[in-house]
């Protein structure tokens, strides 16, 4: 009421800034809205079909039997092409594998050190302090092995993708035989989900392509669903914590809000409607 008693006051200056504010930020904004959905049409990919992520709920955390399938996958899958070049070993623990697991994988791999005291540089086994290593030493040996592609690296894939998780599922169970009149070049593979429709890297997960040892069926979107559940916790290892917070946040914020209505309610409510009267001194001579 306040506000509409003050606004009643402005000058017709002001009340026609803020008009023409207003009207310039709605049609600003549903100009840009226009825009990006137009870009989204005219997009020759296949709209993805939305899966259901039991992670995805406000309250809802991480399948971890899910995180450690999906690490089954990238490393015997993917990692021969992509790497995860933001991840340690030691982040792993407690995660997705024991600390003594994490040892194991980590010793596997032969890591680049140097130099020592001949100034010679040297290999050794693997620490969990070293990050995973990368399939390929650069950018210029990774397209040639791979037909002139560059297969980007997956921290943070999830996240660099518009509708992340289900763009690639789709992209990993959607590959099929060109139509007619659909024309590839060597090396080239079709998915109706990729932009273009031709993409250099090859279908990568078949049913029973891997075999779990929790007994999981290994069929194709199992391993898809699993490898992209290990994908969002890399792009986002605080994904759990932060909705933990979250519900902690909502607990307080809940109580200190009741906190804030009883003593409005039962204390400065009573002060703010007290009234005090003050008479001339006139009326209290007798």
Not at 142 to 154: H, T
Not at 214 to 234: E, R
């Amino acid at each position: 009421m306040k506000f509409f008693q003050a606004a009643s006051r402005w000058s017709k200056n002001h009340k026609f800034f803020l008009t023409s504010f207003g009207v310039l930020a709605g049609g600003g904004s549903s100009l840009i809205y226009a825009l990006e959905q137009s870009i989204h049409a005219s997009n020759d990919a296949a709209h993805v079909v939305k899966q259901k992520w039991n992670h995805n709920g406000w309250f809802d955390t991480l399948d971890h039997a899910s995180v450690r399938r999906g690490w089954e996958v990238y490393k015997n899958v993917c990692a021969a092409c992509h790497s995860i070049e933001y991840l340690a070993y030691r982040e792993l623990v407690g995660v997705c594998l024991t600390e003594d697991e994490a040892k194991a994988e980590a010793a596997e791999q032969m890591i680049d050190d140097g130099p020592d005291e001949t100034g010679a540089m040297y290999k050794r086994p693997g620490k969990l302090s070293d990050l995973l290593p990368k399939p390929y030493p650069n950018e210029e040996a990774a397209r040639y092995a791979n037909g002139g592609a560059y297969p980007p690296d997956l921290t943070y894939i999830t996240q660099a993708r518009i509708d992340g998780e289900n763009y690639i599922f789709a992209l990993l169970t959607g590959y099929m035989d060109p139509p007619a009149g659909i024309s590839l070049a060597e090396n080239q593979h079709y998915n109706p989900y990729f932009p273009g429709g031709a993409i250099g890297m090859a279908q990568a997960l078949y049913d029973e392509i891997i075999e779990y040892e929790d007994g999981t069926p290994a069929t194709q979107s199992q391993c898809a669903k699993d490898v992209i559940t290990f994908l969002k916790w890399c792009a986002e290892p605080e994904h759990d914590t932060r909705k933990l917070f979250a519900m902690k946040a909502f607990t307080i914020l809940g109580v200190l809000n009741l906190v804030v209505w009883y003593l409005h309610r039962h204390y400065w409510s009573v002060l703010k409607s007290r009234k005090i009267l003050q008479s001339p001194k006139s009326l209290f001579k007798k």
